[in-house]
């Protein structure tokens, strides 16, 4: 197993957190102009500097599937762009929000199942991994359930944010998930909640049942990135360490 933490687009913020981590996951932003307005040769210094590994999350905003076929064309050919640029710069994972136009509409889902295997074979031309993450407490995320099944389907990877699993539906989902597609999940993104909304907190600080995580994934040997949203290089590493703990690792 190895552990890394979130960066957002920013290498400054690599450069001031991650010097413990095994890697940084490093966001793509929304721009236009994204990866050209990415200074790519002050990342890879800053990887270097630290002997970082790397992982890319892809925009947040970028549907996957709508029903538009022109659009979903366009949309792998976005993505496959953007994945060529990450596996150049020798990223390993690319996560990919699990979004559809109409998340509630049953007859686009195959749509949404095409789409994913699409952008997940572009990732594996780049050598890019990529894993698709749960984001169905969003307007436009697919449901933990049907998520899960449409990645077994297409034989795509997972990327369970376990936060994201509580605001769906408290630890009830995070177990429901983790007993039908543990064997999925090669990323994880770890973080604290609490159900009145905060979220992306330090771990121990909110109502996350962490032994759901260790029962299902005790040993888990993919990647795992706290994405905590501090700058506080205390509290990311204590988030690590508890994380660590629970997975049967070593941080």
Not at 164 to 177: K, S, V, W
């Amino acid at each position: 197993m190895e552990i890394g933490v979130t960066v957002g687009d920013s290498v400054d913020r690599l450069e001031a957190t991650a010097g413990a981590f095994d890697f940084a996951e490093f966001g793509l932003a929304e721009a236009s102009d994204v990866p050209e307005s990415i200074d790519g040769d002050r990342l890879r210094g800053g990887l270097g500097e630290h002997n970082l590994a790397l992982d890319v999350h892809l925009p947040f905003k970028q549907e996957v599937a709508t029903p538009v076929p022109e659009i979903d064309e366009a949309i792998v050919d976005y993505q496959e762009r953007l994945l060529a640029w990450a596996g150049r710069l020798g990223a390993r994972k690319a996560v990919l929000h699990g979004t559809l136009r109409d998340p509630h509409d049953t007859d686009q889902r195959p749509l949404f199942a095409d789409q994913l295997s699409a952008i997940v074979d572009a990732g594996a031309t780049h050598g890019v991994e990529v894993v698709v993450e749960n984001v169905g407490h969003q307007t436009r995320g697919l449901p933990l359930s049907v998520l899960g099944e449409i990645a077994a389907e297409v034989d795509a990877p997972v990327c369970f944010d376990v936060g994201h699993a509580y605001m769906e539906d408290e630890n009830d989902g995070i177990e429901r998930f983790l007993k039908g597609y543990a064997d999925r999940v090669s990323h994880l993104h770890v973080h604290d909640v609490r159900g009145r909304g905060d979220t992306h907190m330090p771990i121990g600080a909110g109502e996350v049942d962490y032994d759901l995580v260790s029962e299902y994934l005790g040993g888990f040997d993919g990647t795992v990135a706290v994405e905590v949203f501090t700058d506080d290089v205390a509290l990311l590493e204590d988030s690590a360490r508890r994380v660590a703990d629970a997975l049967d690792g070593e941080f």
